[in-house]
Nanobody, 116 residues
Framework: VQLQASGGGLVQAGGSLRLSCTAS????????VGWFRQSPGKQRELVAS???????NYAGSVKGRFTISRDNAKHTVYLQMNSLITEDTAVYYC???????????WGQGTLVTVSS
């Protein structure tokens, strides 16, 4: 699986961004796609995830502000980020994990910078 992440950028606090993660190659039908983020000096953390059936999971810090969704026909997962705060500044990575076999693939990161 190859993953292409896009949509990062610079935004003011309170603004919005939408990240996209498009998969290509051999795509496992039963999978979980997650958005993770990592800021300097911190460990990579899960932001949100979505299964191929549409079940979602969010970190407490983004609940109510971020929405993860997917378009299976386009092999694309989106992360709509609203009401951004400076603490959301990080490099965001998408991950595709097969449910069977637990194989994991990472996309390149996309930088999100939220200014005050």
């Amino acid at each position: 699986v190859q993953l292409q992440a896009s949509g990062g950028g610079l935004v003011q606090a309170g603004g919005s961004l939408r990240l996209s993660c498009t998969a290509s190659g051999v795509i496992f039908p039963n999978n979980v796609v997650g958005w993770f983020r990592q800021s300097p000096g911190k460990q990579r953390e899960l932001v949100a995830s979505i299964t191929n059936r549409g079940d979602t999971n969010y970190a407490g810090s983004v609940k109510g502000r971020f929405t993860i969704s997917r378009d299976n026909a386009k092999h694309t997962v989106y992360l709509q980020m609203n009401s951004l705060i400076t603490e959301d500044t990080a490099v965001y990575y998408c991950n595709h994990r097969s449910v069977i076999g637990n194989r994991s693939f990472w996309g390149q990161g996309t930088l999100v910078t939220v200014s005050s």
